[in-house]
């Protein structure tokens, strides 16, 4: 099963944006708008930040925002505060070979608030 | 508020089938929504295994298919998964997690599962 491929690492300074980048094929993260984007803090469980390429859950700060293009699907975070620094994970909706729904996960980004 | 709590072996055996409960709370195991199993390994970051909804239908990633069974106690409100034949490739943490229409609205605390002789 293929996964969507994500820089390893990215930091930046407080109060600075960044950008996590998500890349895919146009069999996922290409053909579908059902991307979505979570945030895991070290031994705890992912939460939802992003659902729907661009959509923010409530509860969300704003400064969580999501885009697509083509194939590769981009969480911004800006105004980066500490409480940020954690494991982001993307993942897109599919469908397999056999035709049945199937989801693919990025292999996940550690952001370094310095 | 929904919750979702996992529950299940910490240890197993090789070769042995891997039993894991998600009690659902806040929420009717009926309601409109699918839910999920994703894992999450040191190597392979995170997997999806397969979903299921309470009036049967399931969906595993083919990866597992031929291993996995999922399955819905409406009395309990409480889903199941079963993974067979486990190896050390299998040692992971395991989240209950519920869908939203295309994506993982809510997660349960995960349950680590090693696999070891």
């Known amino acids: 099963q293929s996964v969507l491929t994500q820089p390893a690492s990215v930091s930046g300074s407080p109060g600075q944006s960044l950008t996590i980048s998500c890349t895919g094929t146009?069999?996922?993260?290409?053909?579908?708008?059902?991307v979505s984007w979570y945030q895991q803090h070290p031994d705890k469980a992912p939460t939802l930040v992003i659902f729907?390429?661009?959509q923010r859950p409530s509860g969300v700060s704003d400064r969580f925002s999501g885009s697509k293009s083509d194939t590769t699907a981009s969480l911004t975070i800006s105004g980066l505060q500490a409480e940020d620094e954690a494991d982001y994970y993307c993942?897109?909706?599919?469908?397999?070979?056999?035709?049945?729904?199937?989801?693919?996960f990025g292999t996940g980004t550690k952001v370094t608030v310095l | 508020q929904v919750q979702l709590q996992e529950s299940g072996p910490g240890l197993m055996k090789p070769s042995g089938t891997l039993s894991l409960i998600c009690a659902v709370s806040?929420?009717?195991?009926?309601?409109?929504?699918?839910y999920s199993w994703v894992r999450q390994t040191p190597g392979k970051g995170l997997e999806w295994i397969g979903e299921?909804?309470?009036?049967?239908?399931?969906n595993y990633n083919v990866s597992l298919k031929s291993r996995v069974t999922m399955s819905v106690d409406k009395t309990k409100n409480q889903v199941s998964l079963q993974l067979s034949y486990v190896t050390a490739a299998d040692t992971a943490i395991y989240y209950c997690v519920r869908n939203g229409r295309f994506y993982f609205d809510t997660w349960g605390q995960g349950n680590l599962v090693i696999v070891s002789s």
């Open positions: 993942t897109s909706y599919t469908t397999s070979y056999t035709g049945s729904s199937t989801y693919v």
């Open positions: 806040g929420d009717s195991i009926i309601s409109s929504h699918y």
């Open positions: 299921i909804y309470h009036r049967g239908n399931t």
């Open positions: 729907d390429v661009s």
């Open positions: 146009s069999n996922d993260v290409g053909r579908y708008n059902y």
